[in-house]
């Protein structure tokens, strides 16, 4: 199973796109790509903009070359509307989709939901409600979760966890549970034993004040159960976490214990051997300097800490 990151917060967008090949069937997963309107009470950078032209054009050409497209959940960084990513990517595909109707937040039932069903609509060869449902293509298996909360309670709706495994290999991709913090979100991957795990990580640009240190507590108490339960040997730790600079410290509970089972814990930056460019958590400082800060980070593992002895590109 080849596993490709997209576009990532650590690449300095947000989104949690990813392309995943088995030999049955190519399949991408959120095709979106955002940036944040504002943050320290600053637009977005000149540098964002460009990466973020950069990420859309990979994920349009991956989701092209695609069979499946899935859609976790109407939030603007995991879809598209034909802004960047033309809505033609749809056009012939199996495409998996979070229930519009049911498990959803007024904004996402109300709006979101039905402007996207309404971009695409008569573009997919199919389109069937993700929530709960299992596929088998060949030998790979595709499982959704059901319903689950966007976070820590279900203000923002909800989203569907994916499962993809084929022979012994199994990718776990949670969307935006920001933890994973509650037990059903663990759940799912605790279920389904994954071999590489991606996880929309803490909320902890946002500590104190809509996400609590209880909450960061029981994520990294479920993560490092992860570790201990599962035969996971990779996790990207990613999404709204890549939004904080203090990443690496906030997840070293999860680290020791990954350590200790030799699991590798990197973002998706890292995985693939590019620079953290956190551009989105380093706006203050990239509109004083006019120039990137990022952090070296590509030759080792667990967040940077150690030297990384089993990385693949
Ligand atoms: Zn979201
Ligand atoms: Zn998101």
């Given at each position: 199973m080849l596993i490709k990151p997209l576009a990532f917060d650590s690449f300095g967008v947000r989104s949690m796109a990813?392309?995943?090949?088995?030999?049955?069937?190519?399949?991408?997963?959120?095709?979106?790509?955002?940036?944040?309107?504002?943050?320290?009470?600053?637009p977005t950078h000149p540098l964002e903009l460009a990466r973020q032209?950069?990420?859309?054009?990979?994920?349009q050409s991956h989701a092209e070359a695609s069979d499946i497209l899935i859609v976790t959940h109407y939030h603007y960084?995991?879809?598209?509307?034909?802004?960047?990513i033309p809505t033609s990517i749809y056009t012939g595909k199996k495409v998996f989709v979070k229930h519009p109707r049911e498990n959803i937040?007024?904004?996402?039932?109300?709006?979101?939901?039905?402007?996207?069903?309404?971009?695409?609509?008569?573009?997919?060869?199919?389109?069937?409600?993700?929530?709960?449902?299992?596929?088998?293509?060949?030998?790979?298996?595709?499982?959704?979760?059901?319903?689950?909360?966007?976070?820590?309670?279900?203000?923002?709706?909800?989203?569907?966890?994916?499962?993809?495994g084929v022979g012994g290999e199994k990718l776990v991709y949670t969307s935006d549970v920001e933890g994973p913090s509650l037990p059903e979100q663990a759940r799912f991957i605790l279920d389904e034993k994954p071999s590489f795990l991606i996880v929309d990580g803490p909320l902890t640009y946002m500590l104190g004040y809509r996400y609590s240190q209880a909450s960061l507590e029981t994520s990294m108490e479920n993560l490092a159960?992860?570790?201990?339960?599962?035969?996971?040997?990779?996790?990207?730790?990613?999404h709204h976490f890549m939004r904080d600079l203090n990443y690496r410290k906030l997840?070293?509970?999860?680290?020791?214990?990954?350590e200790r089972r030799g699991v590798q814990v990197l973002t998706a930056a890292e995985f693939l051997g590019r620079k953290v460019e956190m551009l989105e958590a380093s706006r203050l400082e990239l509109y004083k300097s006019g120039?990137?800060?990022?952090?070296?980070?590509?030759?080792?593992?667990?967040?940077?800490?150690?030297?990384?002895?089993?990385?693949?590109?």
């Open positions: 990813t392309y995943v090949e088995t030999e049955d069937v190519k399949i991408t997963i959120d095709p979106g790509v955002s940036l944040a309107p504002r943050r320290f009470g600053l032209k950069e990420c859309a054009k990979a994920v960084d995991h879809h598209d509307l034909g802004g960047l937040n007024y904004s996402q039932r109300a709006e979101r939901a039905p402007r996207f069903l309404q971009a695409i609509r008569g573009l997919p060869k199919t389109l069937d409600y993700a929530d709960g449902v299992h596929k088998v293509f060949g030998r790979t298996s595709l499982r959704f979760s059901k319903a689950v909360a966007h976070g820590t309670d279900t203000q923002l709706g909800y989203v569907v966890e994916v499962s993809i159960k992860i570790v201990e339960k599962t035969p996971v040997k990779t996790i990207l730790l990613e997840a070293s509970p999860l680290c020791e214990a990954a120039g990137s800060r990022t952090t070296s980070a590509s030759k080792t593992s667990n967040l940077g800490e150690r030297k990384n002895l089993a990385s693949r590109p």
